[in-house]
């Protein structure tokens, strides 16, 4: 508004006296940023309504229900690191609780010690996203579960029957399928260790002071806050950055003004969804990744070539908006995305008791 007015006032001719421009740019601060007047700020809830929504309490779907006995079967699988090739890594290991479900490392490390090569995303309302991993190379979150078992830098298991007697060998797991998933003759199979699994996910959901501010109460969020929002609906983070999720909703080349590798320093680069693809279309193509949670679950970006979250938000207006921000535009940016921090679920925090038995003992079994 202020900026209009005044090139406004810069096309009057020059016998039109400057009195009457300051006149009219005083009679449109007056009227625009009346101090007190709740109206610019109701402006800014009323365009978020318009871009983002509240997260829903949680992803079920009629494909992909909830029961308790799934969630509590997958809440088990989780964490339990006795299904994996070495007996070292569960779901947990680099998608921590303490952590908000990341590992804080770059790159993170599978079954022996093999390193991944890509960040760790949280599994914080992952499961409402379009597509799942930094290329949406995992069509949901049970695609995504399944896949693990036998990814070489996850629990890198020879095959799924490896695994699956693997899992058959802990007592106790036989059981808890087959109450999770009646009348199947084989319950404990692959897909329905996705299905469990996935159902669990599809509980953790983190709503924050953000989703109170969508549903009407102006005040969840500080002023800086709803100016951080504000800027990031201006400067067009939100065009790629929206819905539920604030990002999970779409793809996009990382680097559309500029190389992305000459701001992150990215010691390799990836093509991204072009190495899924092989379309010419998805070079440096990734998912938008949502913001939730996002100031607890550094470093950044597919390879985690990014500590800071400032950092992340000054490349991502270069990189993405061709913008150089400065330090009032960081601040109250990422005092926006920090208002993104929901509550951790309780059925993340706690862990839960696994059925005991030894790693060692379960290979013998299966001999
Ligand atoms: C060795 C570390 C490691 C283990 C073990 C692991 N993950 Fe991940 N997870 C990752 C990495 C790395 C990615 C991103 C991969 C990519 O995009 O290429 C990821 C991605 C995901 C995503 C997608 C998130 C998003 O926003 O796209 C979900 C969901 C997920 N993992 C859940 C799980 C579950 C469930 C398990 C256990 C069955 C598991 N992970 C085991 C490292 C791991
Ligand atoms: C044209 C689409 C687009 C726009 C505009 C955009 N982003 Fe992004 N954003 C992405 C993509 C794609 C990624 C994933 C990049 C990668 O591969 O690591 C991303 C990643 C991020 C990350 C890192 C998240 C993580 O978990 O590692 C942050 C933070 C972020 N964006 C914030 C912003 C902010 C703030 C703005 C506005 C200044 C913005 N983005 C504008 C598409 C966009």
Redesign the pocket.
């Known amino acids: 508004m202020a900026i209009s007015e005044r090139s406004h006032c810069r096309t009057k001719t020059v016998d039109q006296s400057i009195a009457t421009c300051a006149a009219v740019s005083l009679f449109a601060f007056l009227f625009t940023f009346h101090p007190g007047s709740a109206a610019p700020d109701s402006d800014i809830l009323k365009q978020a309504q318009q871009v983002f929504s509240p997260l829903p309490s949680n992803a079920a779907t009629s494909e992909f229900p909830i029961t308790p006995e799934r969630v509590e079967l997958g809440r088990k699988l989780f964490f339990d690191p006795r299904v994996s090739a070495d007996g070292t890594v569960s779901c947990a290991r680099c998608h921590q609780p303490a952590l908000y479900g990341t590992d804080g490392l770059a790159l993170p490390r599978g079954a022996h010690d093999k390193v991944n090569p890509r960040?760790a995303?949280?599994i914080l309302n992952a499961a409402i996203q379009f597509a799942e991993h930094?290329r949406g190379d995992r069509k949901n979150v049970e695609d995504q579960a399944i896949q693990a078992l036998i990814g070489s830098p996850s629990f890198g298991n020879a095959d799924y029957a490896s695994a699956m007697s693997k899992l058959k060998a802990i007592p106790g797991y036989s059981e808890m399928f087959a109450k999770a998933f009646p009348d199947e003759q084989d319950p404990v199979n692959q897909q329905n260790w996705g299905k469990a699994i996935g159902a669990y996910e599809r509980t953790l959901m983190t709503p924050s002071r953000f989703d109170d501010y969508l549903k009407g109460s102006q005040d969840a969020l500080s002023p800086v806050e709803q100016q951080g929002l504000r800027?990031?609906m201006e400067?067009?983070?939100?065009?790629?950055?929206s819905g539920p999720g604030v990002?999970g909703g779409m793809?996009?080349?990382?680097g559309?003004m500029e190389d992305?590798w000459k701001e992150?320093g990215s010691k390799s680069i990836?093509k991204?969804r072009f190495d899924v693809t092989h379309d010419a279309n998805d070079m440096y193509?990734?998912?938008?990744?949502?913001?939730r949670n996002?100031a607890m679950?550094p470093?950044?970006?597919?390879?985690?070539s990014?500590n800071s979250?400032p950092q992340?938000?000054r490349t991502?207006?270069k990189v993405?908006?061709g913008?150089t921000?400065d330090d009032d535009d960081v601040n109250e940016?990422v005092a926006f995305?920090q208002s993104l921090t929901g509550k951790l679920p309780d059925e993340l925090v706690n862990a839960p008791i696994l059925p005991a038995s030894a790693f060692e003992a379960t290979i013998t079994n299966t001999k």
């Open positions: 960040n995303p949280t930094w800027k990031f400067i067009g983070c939100s065009t790629c950055h990002g793809y996009q080349k990382f559309i992305y992150t990836d991204g193509v990734f998912k938008v990744p949502s913001l996002v679950s470093p950044y970006f597919h390879d985690g990014v979250l992340a938000v991502m207006a993405q908006l913008k921000l940016l995305l």
